[in-house]
């Protein structure tokens, strides 16, 4: 629109307009000299907001890809952790494998074998509530081995909104806030 207005200000000289009696001519330019320097302080200050939209925008993009960056970290870090973990539970890796192995194929012996590679979690965890049922208490061992709401629900055939829902309830009995991590608080347990 500026571009515009620029254009038809410095090109036509508006003769077919009706004139008015208090305008003269050379009142005439001058509005029409004011028009174009408008024109172009507008121009001049939509390309520094646009260069400074433009400066957010690429630091906003910045911060995002190093954020994401961090996350892989974390994550990956909290996976060597929780084997680490495992191995100081004396836990081989092939003794991690059948574990895990057991847990995705949702086998009824996964959750004896897992109390006997982590015999003090399931006391630890009913020390903070008592009230855990059978199934809360399964699902708080698939997450200490660190399975995400899609792999619990892939291995115990729930929904995903089942398994959230289920999580929900852990989080509460547990009086685990909101801000942090339910897997992450259970692998320290």
């Given at each position: 629109?500026?571009s515009?207005?620029?254009?038809?200000?410095?090109?036509?000289?508006?003769?077919?307009?009706?004139?008015?009696?208090?305008?003269?001519?050379?009142?005439?330019?001058?509005?029409?000299?004011?028009?174009?320097?408008?024109?172009?302080?507008?121009?001049?200050?939509d390309?520094?907001?646009?260069?400074?939209?433009?400066?957010?925008?690429?630091?906003?993009?910045?911060?995002?890809?190093?954020?994401?960056?961090?996350?892989?970290?974390?994550?990956?870090?909290?996976?060597?952790?929780?084997?680490?973990?495992?191995?100081?539970n004396?836990?081989?890796?092939e003794?991690i494998?059948?574990?895990?192995?057991?847990?995705?194929?949702?086998?009824?012996?996964?959750?004896?074998?897992?109390?006997?590679?982590?015999?003090?979690?399931?006391?630890?965890?009913?020390?903070?509530?008592?009230?855990?049922?059978?199934?809360?208490?399964?699902?708080?061992?698939?997450?200490?081995?660190?399975?995400?709401?899609?792999?619990?629900?892939?291995?115990?055939?729930?929904?995903?909104?089942?398994?959230?829902?289920?999580?929900?309830?852990?989080?509460?009995?547990?009086?685990?806030?909101?801000?942090?991590?339910?897997?992450?608080?259970?692998?320290?347990?």
């Amino acid at each position: 629109m500026i571009s515009i207005n620029f254009i038809v200000c410095l090109y036509f000289d508006f003769d077919f307009l009706p004139k008015s009696r208090f305008i003269d001519n050379k009142d005439l330019k001058t509005i029409r000299l004011l028009n174009i320097l408008f024109s172009i302080a507008s121009f001049l200050m939509d390309i520094v907001f646009i260069t400074q939209k433009d400066g957010l925008i690429h630091g906003l993009i910045t911060d995002k890809k190093e954020q994401d960056s961090t996350i892989k970290d974390l994550v990956k870090t909290n996976t060597e952790l929780m084997k680490h973990q495992m191995l100081i539970n004396h836990l081989s890796e092939e003794n991690i494998e059948e574990l895990l192995s057991l847990a995705e194929n949702n086998s009824p012996v996964f959750f004896e074998r897992f109390q006997e590679f982590f015999p003090h979690f399931i006391p630890d965890i009913l020390k903070i509530n008592a009230n855990l049922i059978h199934s809360e208490l399964y699902f708080c061992a698939l997450m200490k081995l660190d399975f995400d709401t899609k792999k619990i629900a892939r291995c115990t055939n729930n929904s995903i909104r089942a398994v959230e829902s289920k999580k929900y309830r852990i989080r509460k009995k547990l009086n685990i806030s909101s801000e942090i991590n339910i897997n992450s608080f259970l692998i320290k347990i």
